[in-house]
């Protein structure tokens, strides 16, 4: 196994332990994922090294906390949420994005790679977190690359129970953002954030992972419509 083989000294830093059956099932996400990306495109990465590094092992570089249902809040092409599905099987992850398209393409990698604690959801976060089925109920949100930490906790911290976390990806400029984002998770019913993981991408810059603990339920005026998020950020 290519995956397993030649990238031990990315793999056995990771805070958790792949199985043999679990490296295939990479394998096979990474090859469903570069070709439906001929069809759609949902990510620039398709050279082999570069998706491991920046896609699958970037994904797996978090101290997962407890929680057994987890949201991915604008997973794309399926990222963070399907390679940390096929490495917590016991666990139930939901993919959320706002593009149909992406969501059905999403689907079918994850039937190519037999990955089956997944459900999907189409639709803009800010909209189904005033839902009742969705609102306070998950232990685990996670997202990547979608948005700046102040619009992110209101796209995000809706969907926590309380006593739950969300974790943000965050590239190098993770810092002056959670700086920047001042009260915001305050106001949405959360912790002062902290910075919990620091992945160092092999030569590819450094993403941090923002952690942030849900202690109060989320005032009902928030999320608010996304144009006034976008406009006037919470901080
Ligand atoms: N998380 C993936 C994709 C990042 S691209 C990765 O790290 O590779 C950002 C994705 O977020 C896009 O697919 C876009 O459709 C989705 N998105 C942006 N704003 C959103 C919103 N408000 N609600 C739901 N999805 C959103």
Redesign the pocket.
Request: hydrophobic content about 40%.
């Given at each position: 196994m290519k995956l397993k083989d030649n990238y031990q000294a990315l793999w056995e830093k990771l805070p958790i332990t792949i199985t043999d059956d679990q490296f295939e099932k990479l394998e096979k996400l990474m090859d469903a994922v570069v070709e439906m990306n001929q069809k759609l495109n949902l990510?620039r990465i398709t050279d082999y090294e570069d998706f491991a590094v920046r896609?699958l092992f970037d994904s797996l570089a978090v101290n997962m906390p407890a929680g057994e249902l987890v949201l991915?809040?604008?997973?794309?092409?399926?990222?963070?949420g399907l390679p940390l599905a096929v490495c917590y099987p016991e666990r139930r992850f939901t993919l959320?994005?706002?593009?149909a398209k992406?969501i059905e393409a999403v689907k079918i990698i994850a039937e190519k790679a037999s990955i089956h604690n997944v459900n999907f959801l189409i639709?803009?976060?800010?909209e189904?977190s005033r839902n009742e089925q969705y609102r306070e109920s998950y232990d685990i949100v996670v997202?990547?690359?979608?948005?700046s930490y102040a619009v992110l906790s209101e796209?995000c911290l809706p969907f926590v129970k309380r006593g739950g976390c969300f974790l943000a990806?965050k590239g190098p400029g993770g810092e002056e953002e959670l700086a920047d984002a001042g009260k915001a998770t305050i106001l949405l019913g959360g912790n002062q954030p902290e910075i919990k993981d620091k992945n160092v991408l092999k030569n590819r810059g450094v993403h941090v992972i923002i952690f942030c603990e849900k202690k109060r339920e989320t005032p009902r005026k928030y999320p608010r419509p996304?144009g006034q998020i976008k406009k006037k950020p919470l901080n």
């Open positions: 990510t896609h991915d809040v604008g997973t794309g092409g399926g990222f963070p959320l994005d706002a593009t992406k639709g803009r976060a800010e189904l997202s990547r690359a979608v948005a796209l990806w996304f």
